[in-house]
């Protein structure tokens, strides 16, 4: 049957388009694919990591992978720098007020112990490999995610000497490079002994650190 005529115009009418509508790019499985790769890293080493090995254990098709990434190469480090770039809540925890000089201390050491233990895994995974270091150390050098550590430490022992709990004396960028290098061989000093994490070892190593920071900087009491 033909299409109707417009108005005895002898113009038969188009049959009506069907709208077409273009799939948004998927975040969800973007991420899964990057959640398993840091996975992978950490179980396999990146030396034994392949694109068919990662798209069997995400469930997901080789040709998906290589449609976010070129190569194999650029979704490992894209793996890496996302898990060493710490998020906004890491900073906001570490840079917000506390009801003590003590406490902000040892919250901000609990953080920054949490945090190296998420990245050294995946860092000397990167370290071994001579096709993915230089890439991920000009990373590390350009973005400096251990900076904004630093300087969210930072902020937090310049408020607390602009409210009178913090020595005038007191230079706070290096009390933030104690604490966060402290926190460092922690967590270094763990994992060279084979010392599985502990919550509670973590606790009493964040507690000790924070109140001896604090007994050098705090204010004397009025």
Same mark, same amino acid.
């Given at each position: 049957?033909?299409?109707?005529?417009?108005?005895?115009?002898?113009?038969?009418?188009?049959? &009506?388009?069907?709208?077409?509508?273009?799939?948004?790019?998927?975040?969800?499985?973007?991420?899964?694919?990057?959640?398993?790769? /840091?996975?992978?890293?950490?179980?396999?080493?990146?030396?034994?990591?392949?694109?068919?090995?990662?798209?069997?254990?995400?469930?997901?098709? /080789?040709?998906?992978?290589?449609?976010? @990434? #070129?190569?194999?190469?650029?979704?490992?480090?894209? %793996?890496?720098?996302?898990?060493?770039? &710490?998020?906004? %809540?890491?900073?906001?925890?570490?840079?917000?007020?506390?009801?003590?000089? /003590? %406490? !902000?201390?040892?919250?901000?050491?609990?953080?920054?112990?949490?945090?190296?233990?998420?990245?050294? !895994?995946?860092?000397?995974?990167? =370290?071994?490999?001579?096709?993915?270091?230089?890439?991920?150390? /000009? @990373?590390?050098?350009?973005? %400096? #995610?251990?900076?904004?550590?630093?300087?969210?430490? *930072?902020?937090?022992?310049?408020?607390?000497?602009?409210?009178?709990?913090?020595?005038?004396?007191?230079? &706070?960028?290096?009390?933030?490079? =104690?604490?966060?290098?402290?926190?460092?061989?922690?967590?270094?000093?763990? =994992?060279?002994? !084979?010392? $599985? &994490?502990?919550?509670?070892?973590? *606790?009493?190593?964040?507690?000790?650190?924070?109140?001896? $920071?604090?007994?050098?900087?705090?204010?004397?009491?009025?």
């Amino acid at each position: 049957m033909g299409q109707p005529d417009v108005m005895g115009t002898g113009v038969r009418a188009k049959p &009506p388009q069907r709208e077409v509508r273009r799939r948004p790019q998927s975040t969800a499985t973007r991420d899964l694919i990057v959640r398993t790769t /840091e996975r992978a890293i950490l179980d396999l080493g990146i030396a034994r990591i392949t694109t068919r090995k990662l798209a069997d254990l995400a469930a997901v098709s /080789e040709a998906t992978i290589f449609k976010y @990434w #070129p190569t194999k190469e650029d979704l490992i480090l894209d %793996a890496l720098q996302r898990r060493n770039a &710490p998020d906004a %809540a890491v900073l906001d925890e570490i840079s917000g007020t506390a009801d003590s000089v /003590e %406490a !902000g201390l040892r919250r901000i050491t609990s953080t920054a112990v949490r945090y190296y233990e998420g990245i050294m !895994g995946p860092l000397i995974a990167a =370290m071994a490999d001579v096709s993915i270091l230089p890439h991920h150390r /000009e @990373w590390l050098l350009r973005e %400096a #995610p251990v900076a904004a550590l630093s300087a969210a430490t *930072n902020s937090y022992l310049s408020g607390e000497r602009r409210r009178g709990r913090v020595r005038d004396d007191i230079d &706070p960028s290096t009390v933030a490079d =104690m604490l966060l290098g402290a926190s460092l061989r922690h967590v270094v000093g763990r =994992m060279f002994r !084979g010392d $599985l &994490p502990s919550t509670r070892s973590d *606790n009493a190593f964040s507690r000790k650190l924070a109140d001896a $920071l604090a007994l050098m900087i705090a204010s004397p009491p009025e």
